[in-house]
């Protein structure tokens, strides 16, 4: 990668934005990514904390049995 030189920056002592690795435009869609995915894993702990898998698992035994005519 290639870093360019800005030859009078505006900001004394900042990250010239030609140097800098990810450009500023996909920062915040990284930030939303990282949002959702902690947002997904406290929802699925919580539910399994709340006792889904085992409900889930039941509805869907009852459902394959009653489309088989067993149940």
Same mark, same amino acid.
Request: net charge positive; with cysteine; charged share 10%.
């Given at each position: ?14 990250i ?9 435009r996909?920062?915040?869609?990284? *930030?939303?990514?990282l *949002? &959702?995915?902690t947002?997904? &894993? *406290? *929802?699925?702990?919580?539910g399994?904390?709340?006792?889904d898998p085992? &409900?889930? &698992? ?13 149940g």
């Open positions: 990668m290639v870093r360019q030189r800005i030859a009078n920056p505006s900001f004394s002592g900042s010239p934005l030609a140097a800098s690795r990810t450009p500023l996909t920062r915040p869609a990284v *930030a939303l990514a *949002a &959702l995915v947002l997904s &894993l *406290a *929802a699925m702990a919580i399994y904390l709340a006792g085992s &409900l889930i &698992l039941r509805k869907a035994v009852t459902i394959c049995l009653e489309c088989i005519g067993v």
